[in-house]
């Protein structure tokens, strides 16, 4: 990461920043505390790390976030870059979005972007628009002052939520602006705790968190088992960044986890929804899978699928959700599309194919054992994690298609290759084909079948007919001993 020069806690890793207190004053607009108190929390005095030893440039800021960095700074308002965007840029590594902070309230965005739109129900943040780039703005927040002021996770801050704000009468108000110094204590790690000021080009560091980049440690400001009891969905968040930036979990920071594992049950299951998005599309799901389960949160998350996984062989999991989540990760990371009912498909194939079995055991058909397997184990995750029907759906789609992709005579090969769900079908088909789940002579055949022409495709067919049928299966037709029509009822 480049030669930094510093004070502070950076000497823990042999990084050295030199603060400018000028900077300091200038950016503050007050003298510098060696010392805030802020509730349990304290905001350590900040080091100014100037432009020449540092690695961001303005080149790597994408156009639109410094057009809006540079309109509020012009308008004589603060004007900083804050949180993943600023870490990642001091790792080097090319940043999803760009987040910007100020010291302009949201009204006063709003002014000076013809295209920005307030949104937030519990904390209002303005969104400017670029054509289909968003750029997102959020005014500083102050620390809660008492325990009916929940705060939110910094990506839940910064992601904003659909809709206006809410002003309906008990909404809660968590409007609360603050310094610059409340905002940066208030955030969750200390490497999410930096900022880029548009003005002099420096970054600004409160909470230690350049040292802990350099020293590759993800840390959580202020006490872990307050912060986590405030939000439990911030250890989701400890284990997601872990696995993201292949950081080690600080020892504190880690060794609450287990315990305050069970509070992640009262998490909404909409709120759980995108957090599992955002766990398993980032392209390190395998490595986040592990962590999770080693620190007793997957099971919060995906409880008949945890108890699945408790059957092993020689120590090795039956189920395909970590060749899954392998094939998920390099998907993401080819910048191929992903869709959440592929993933929720894996991740509960184990317990809807156990539950099934139980069903056929009982004398019921596969396809009604499917379809009760799948109601009763969709019912119970539902509980824990929401699946809007707009994924819920293709996954069940995904799993009855596993049967008929057994069934190939006649014209069935010929629907089942233009239902739209095949091509995820056979994918998941290949899955449970690497885990010896299902016959590596189907997968070879629909492989094949999808390569050759049409005439191929028949011959394929033929081939597999039941001998003097021709593929073909005869309709017998009732009758009816009064002479009456069928009865179709």
């Known amino acids: 990461m480049g030669a930094f020069e510093t004070g502070a806690r950076g000497a823990e890793s042999g990084v050295i920043i030199r603060a400018d207190r000028q900077s300091t004053n200038r950016l503050q607009g007050h003298p510098p505390l060696a010392l805030i108190r802020t509730g349990e929390r304290t905001i350590n005095e900040p080091v100014i790390i100037p432009r020449e030893q540092h690695i961001i440039t303005r080149a790597q800021i994408s156009e639109n976030a410094l057009k809006v960095l540079n309109r509020l700074k012009e308008a004589g308002y603060a004007s900083l870059l804050v949180g993943g965007c600023v870490r990642d840029l001091m790792l080097g590594r090319e940043p999803k979005d760009f987040d910007v902070v100020t010291d302009a309230r949201p009204e006063q965005i709003r002014k000076l972007f013809h295209s920005a739109r307030i949104i937030g129900r519990r904390f209002r943040l303005v969104h400017v628009r670029f054509g289909r780039d968003i750029i997102e703005v959020a005014t500083f927040r102050a620390i809660p002052r008492d325990i009916s002021e929940q705060p939110l996770t910094t990506e839940e801050e910064t992601e904003g939520e659909d809709g206006e704000q809410d002003s309906s009468p008990g909404a809660l108000d968590h409007n609360v602006f603050g310094s610059q110094e409340e905002d940066a204590v208030r955030r969750d ?34 006490d872990p088992d307050t912060r986590y009891r405030e939000d439990p969905v911030r250890m989701l968040r400890a284990v997601r960044f872990a696995a993201k930036l292949g950081f080690n979990l600080e020892e504190k920071t880690a060794a609450p986890i287990r315990d305050l594992a069970p509070l992640l049950a009262s998490v909404p299951p909409a709120r759980m929804f995108e957090e599992v998005l955002k766990l398993f599309h980032g392209g390190y799901a395998l490595e986040t899978y592990e962590l999770l389960r080693h620190f007793g949160l997957f099971q919060y998350l995906f409880p008949l699928t945890e108890k699945s996984l408790e059957h092993e062989e020689e120590g090795f999991p039956v189920t395909l959700v970590p060749r899954a989540l392998a094939n998920t990760d390099a998907r993401v990371n080819d910048n191929k599309p992903v869709t959440p009912a592929f993933l929720f498909a894996a991740m509960l194939w184990e ?54 992709l057994e069934r190939r005579a006649g014209q069935q090969a010929f629907r089942l290759f233009e239902n739209k769900r095949f091509r995820a079908a056979y ?63």
């Open 189 to 222: 790690f200390t490497v999410n705790a930096l900022y880029y000021d548009i003005h002099d080009f420096s970054v600004i560091d409160y909470a230690g968190g350049v040292a802990d980049l350099n020293a590759g440690i993800l840390r959580v400001i202020g």
């Open 351 to 404: 317990p809807v194919r156990e539950q099934m079995g139980e069903h056929i055991l009982r004398g019921m058909n596969s396809h009604d054992a499917m379809f009760r397997a799948a109601e009763h184990v969709l019912r119970e995750q539902l509980r824990h994690v929401t699946i809007p029907k707009r994924f819920s759906v293709p996954m069940r789609e995904i799993w009855s298609l596993q049967g008929r």
């Open 427 to 489: 994918d998941f088909l290949l899955l449970r084909v690497e885990i010896g789940e299902a016959d590596q002579a189907l997968a070879d055949w629909w492989t094949r079948f999808q390569t050759v022409g049409e005439n191929d495709r028949r011959a394929m067919v033929t081939d597999i007919a039941p001998s003097g049928t021709g593929g073909k299966r005869r309709r017998r037709r009732r009758r009816s001993s009064s002479g009456q029509a069928p009865s179709h009822g």
